[in-house]
């Protein structure tokens, strides 16, 4: 029929009496674009019918299927893609693309229905070896990979060494009737001309053909108005159709009839296999429970008859022929068919039970007591859906490879005994049996009479039959996961120098969602048909492609770790004017539609925007267009769900609020120090220091002491009570118990200046003593001033003549200790027992406060150090005496070196993700502070266990403990660091749910909490703030601590710094 005369369905019409699962998008929300093709072509319909289907997780007799669809939705589609309201004509399309295994019913049991309750799946494609020269992957890769540990053996094994061989073919099978008359034509493209094989290798798996009832007329002289002799021609169906006249009995009538109608299952019905008199001495109640008992006992019989026939014409003749090679031959059998034999040794007892039970009396009484019994040994069930995947697996590969068995399966599926059912029609009973059980017994229950013992034990038999469901859904979900994970990863291609290890074998990693997302213009004008998948740890965008007839996929940009990952749409950024993944996330919470508000708009031509936004170094922002608002919405609520998931499994350090947007607006937040055991706050702010006190309501929120402009440093050294503040480069002492909050002049008035045109300062301890370092630097050397306080009590004494001549303010808080100059820029400085370690523009130098003797950190003569020490431009930050060894924190890396300055540990290092300006160390972790997120490490393995996010996140306050628990056993596991209100550390961080295996050391006991040093009192905290003004502390989650220990053997996403490289 021509297409240009196809009667059109109104807008709606194929879009109602859907059925709809949970996970399913409404209907309402899908607007389907689905290209004009030739609807004669077999092909071109395939292949627009399966771009278009949108697929999802179906439920059948209470067992799931993934990527599955119903099929009204599957005429419904067809009816939108040849243009027709004839939902006939659809169905018999349908049936044309069913008949070449185009797809399935999940039972195999019949051919397409137009019907919501029947549930089907395309053909699955197996993946391939891609082998090529010498056994090489397309990419350079070896066709194989080395597997996990816990894999079992065999099924899994097989999968990973993924040998030679194609999918099976996709043809009809020899002697069988296709649905309707068809012509099998070479590959045709949309303009008619032939399609070389080169060009459609991503079709072929595609059924082929013609569909005869869509074609033209092919005489020469048929017209509309001259209508040829051909009763079958379509142009005449067109004209009756159009002038509607009934259609003339004729061959397609018969044809569509036979198509349309499908054989019911036969089985002697109970009512003619028993006496007139017994049915005229029963109800029709009785003679209903009757029919369903019998329904049980039959088709109870068929599933016997059916694992017998696995038995005998397919496990025998395997076992004892030399289709397969006597090498595999055993391994093979047991992985296709698994325990089928266990399976079949408990149904023939129920069948036989059954059976004996109703050749006792014409009338059943009960069967419960039976069922009850034999259904406690379902455990096989269970076994067997846990493993079906894989056997399916095992039978597709070896068929594709091995022609002799390819001959094999033909010839047994042709054979009378096999019912014109492939094999894996029944190496799905198994399941499809166990599912049945409820629904039979349930109709039985039904027509059972109260006082009959039968009914409660049929509804508790019920009840262990669907518990047993549960466990096959959930195992066989995992097997379904475990397969299509190492499916992916076999496909994937990397970039040359970006083959990251996504641990897609691992037995934990999961598949959360994925679907295909377009990538349109750009910054480089970019054009590509993507597939995104979202992991439970990762999202990975790659580009399918086909090689040598197989598929690939073609990783388009480095993978996103989740908890680095911002996923907004321009509704976020209205909401929020943000691009934070907290904002972006409470923004969709706070902006949830409700079902009556409008789907907004398409924002273009390409439909709904979905901007990725990868925080980092390495990162890099995307945006792909979703067809629909709700396929859009759907990958937000998707990725917000995982994170969060993430979020709540990796909690190690919890962040609590000190102030509530305070520091807002022009009066903006530059440094905080506590004192008083973390109560007291001191803020330095653009116009003057605030003071808090969290033990007085009264004082809870900052209020300002001293008015002073431009603070950029504040510090307290609680021991002396003195206030140490850096204003316009000039460092100021202020005596702590002059600060009023009435008067904000007081404290200036008692004020010392200690140095002027300074960059910055820091106390700490060293050589016993409580110093304080002010640093005067330029670009070219830096001068340090070291400064010693003096006792409050001895300050303001008479002093003897001689030396009261020489001071000239008895008053003076500080007196100078040493004072040294370095050639070179510095910008950090951190006290060791009795040096100074100063972080420079050359790197960390080292000074003794003894002799001022200067010398690099570093040893030259370590060439493991050429990394650092012959590079330009490698900022210095901080660092942390761990054990023996100390660990260096740079811009850009992290690593240890020992006393002596040679590297430690020389296959250990740590590539930041972001770009830190400043580091905190809360043993046994390793903070590193940057503009966009905190990442927290675990100093020993190196793994990255957080990410806490924000925007334009700025370190306030992070102190060391004293320079003289900087023994060897500071950070030593059982003598660590101080931890906030006494708490030890974690043994272990629990983090991402994949660090390599062996890198975390062994169970640690809780440390004793350290006591100040000297009069030193210590500061455990560690102080941020975002732009949104509010002030928090970072202090570990109590409730996480007894499960941060990681699985053992887990691999990390990012070990090291990054993911890890094949």
């Not at 240009?4 to 807008?11: A, F, L, R, W």
């Not at 509607?244 to 061959?251: A, C, D, T, V």
């Not at 299509?484 to 083959?499: K, S, T, V, W």
Request: aromatic fraction near 8%; charge should be positive.
């Amino acid at each position: 029929m021509p297409l240009s005369t196809i009667s059109h369905p109104s807008p709606n019409s194929s879009m109602t009496n859907v059925a709809i699962h949970a996970k399913r998008p409404s209907q309402s929300q899908v607007v389907r674009r689905t290209p004009t093709i030739h609807p004669a072509f077999i092909s071109r319909v395939a292949e627009v019918f399966r771009q278009v289907l949108a697929l999802g997780d179906r439920i059948k007799d209470g067992l799931s299927y993934s990527d599955a669809f119903d099929g009204r939705e599957a005429v419904d589609l067809l009816c939108d893609i040849i243009r027709t309201g004839d939902r006939n004509l659809a169905l018999l399309l349908g049936r044309a693309l069913d008949s070449q295994r185009f797809f399935h019913d999940v039972t195999y049991a019949h051919r397409l229905r137009d019907s919501t309750h029947e549930i089907y799946r395309f053909k699955q494609l197996l993946p391939s070896p891609f082998a090529g020269p010498e056994g090489a992957t397309a990419d350079g890769r070896p066709a194989s990979r080395p597997t996990s540990k816990g894999y079992s053996s065999g099924s899994v094994t097989a999968l990973t060494a993924m040998s030679s061989g194609a999918s099976s073919p996709l043809a009809t099978t020899p002697g069988q009737t296709p649905a309707t008359s068809t012509t099998t034509v070479n590959q045709v493209s949309d303009s008619g001309r032939p399609r070389r094989v080169s060009d459609a290798s991503s079709e072929d798996s595609l059924p082929v053909g013609v569909f005869t009832l869509l074609t033209d007329c092919y005489s020469p002289t048929c017209s509309r108005d001259s209508l040829c002799y051909s009763i079958n021609c379509p142009r005449r169906l067109e004209v009756q159709k159009r002038l509607n006249m009934k259609i003339e009995p004729g061959l397609i009538t018969e044809i569509a009839e036979d198509v349309l109608l499908d054989t019911k299952e036969t089985g002697t019905l109970w009512i003619q296999s028993v006496p007139q008199d017994v049915i005229d001495s029963v109800d029709d109640t009785e003679k209903k429970r009757q029919e369903a008992i019998n329904e049980l006992i039959y088709t109870e019989r068929d599933f016997v008859r059916d694992m017998e026939y696995l038995r005998d014409q397919w496990i025998k003749p395997l076992r004892t022929s030399d289709v397969i090679p006597a090498g595999k031959r055993e391994e093979f059998v047991q992985q296709v068919f698994w325990n089928t034999h266990e399976i079949l040794s408990v149904n023939m007892v129920l069948a036989e039970k059954l059976t004996k039970r109703q050749k006792q009396a014409h009338v059943v009484p009960r069967v419960g007591d039976i069922l009850l019994e034999q259904v406690q040994r379902f455990e096989p069930f269970v076994t067997y859906g846990a493993h079906q995947l894989f056997g399916k697996y095992e039978f597709e590969k070896e068929k594709g490879s091995n022609p002799a068995f390819q001959k094999f399966v033909d010839e047994t599926e042709r054979d009378p005994s096999s019912r014109k059912l492939e094999l894996n029609g029944y190496l799905t009973k198994p399941t499809t049996r166990l599912a049945r059980y409820p629904l039979l017994l349930e109709v039985i229950v039904k027509y059972t009479p109260d006082d009959n013992s039968d009914k409660e034990d049929l509804a508790e038999a019920v009840k262990i039959v669907r518990e047993f469901l549960t466990r096959v859904n959930k195992e066989s979900g995992k097997s379904e996961n475990l397969f299509n994970l190492a499916q992916l990863d076999q496909q994937l291609i990397f970039r040359p120098g970006e083959n990251f290890d996504l641990h897609l074998r691992d037995k934990n990693r999961e598949l959360v969602y994925k679907g295909p997302l377009k990538c349109r213009g750009g910054p480089n004008a970019e054009n590509a048909d993507l597939l995104v998948f979202l992991f439970d740890h990762a999202l990975l965008m790659v580009k399918p492609k086909w090689v040598n007839k197989h598929e690939q996929y073609k990783v388009y940009r480095k993978p996103i770790p989740l908890e680095l990952l911002v996923a907004t749409s321009p509704e976020d950024i209205n909401i929020k004017g943000s691009i934070s993944r907290g904002k972006a996330t409470a923004g969709r919470q706070a902006g949830v539609k409700s079902a009556k508000d409008p789907i907004p708009k398409a924002e273009s031509k390409h439909g709904y925007s979905l901007t990725l936004i990868h925080l980092g170094r390495k990162g890099y922002t995307m945006t792909l267009w979703c067809p629909t608002y709700a396929g859009r919405k759907k990958w937000l609520e998707n990725i917000d769900a995982q994170q969060q998931a993430l979020r709540d499994r990796s909690k190690i350090f919890d962040t609590v609020s000190l102030t509530d947007r305070f520091f807002m607006g022009v009066n903006k937040l530059n440094c905080a120090v506590p004192y008083d055991r973390g109560n007291r706050m001191i803020y330095g702010t653009d116009d003057g220091v605030y003071f808090s006190n969290h033990r007085d309501e009264r004082l809870r929120h900052p209020t300002k002491v001293i008015s002073m402009p431009d603070v950029t440093q504040v510090d307290v050294l609680e021991e002396f009570q003195l206030l140490v503040v850096l204003s316009e480069r000039s460092v100021t002492a202020f005596p702590l118990e002059f600060l009023d909050p009435t008067d904000t002049s007081a404290a200036l008035k008692r004020g010392k200046r200690l140095s002027s045109h300074t960059s910055f300062f820091k106390s700490g301890i060293c050589l016993g003593r409580t110093l304080l370092c002010i640093v005067k630097s330029s670009s070219l050397s830096s001068t340090i001033k070291t400064l010693e306080p003096i006792d409050q009590s001895m300050r303001g004494k008479k002093q003897p003549t001689p030396f009261r001549k020489l001071l000239n303010n008895s008053n003076e808080p500080f007196k100078v200790f040493k004072e040294f100059y370095i050639p070179t820029e510095s910008s950090g400085l951190s006290f060791l027992k009795t040096k100074l370690c100063v972080a420079t523009t050359r790197g960390f130098e080292v000074v003794d406060l003894e002799t001022l003797d200067t010398q690099g950190l570093l040893d030259p003569s370590d060439s493991s150090l050429d990394f650092v020490s012959k590079r330009e431009n490698v900022r210095p930050v901080a660092i942390y005496r761990v054990e023996e060894n100390f660990l260096l924190c740079y811009a850009e890396f992290a690593f240890y070196v020992n006393k002596t300055g040679w590297r430690a540990r020389p296959r250990w290092a740590i590539q930041w993700e972001g770009f830190p300006t400043a580091f905190a160390m809360h043993y046994p972790f390793i903070l590193a502070f940057e503009p966009t997120f905190i990442e927290v490490r675990h100093v020993e393995s190196g793994n990255l266990v957080q990410i806490i996010t924000g925007s334009n996140i700025r370190c306030l306050f992070s102190d060391t403990p004293p320079s003289h628990i900087h023994t060897a056993n500071q950070y030593r596991p059982g003598m660590g660091a101080g931890y906030p209100y006494g708490q030890a550390p974690p043994p272990h961080p629990q983090g991402y749910p994949y660090g390599p295996g062996g890198n975390h050391p062994a169970h640690m006991p809780p440390p004793p909490v350290p006591q100040p040093a000297g009069n030193r009192l210590q500061r455990n905290q560690i102080i941020f703030v975002s732009d949104d003004g509010n002030v928090q502390v970072v202090r570990l989650n109590r409730e996480h601590l007894p499960g941060m220990l990681p699985p053992s053997g887990a691999p990390a996403l990012m070990p090291n710094g990054s993911m890890s490289r094949r």
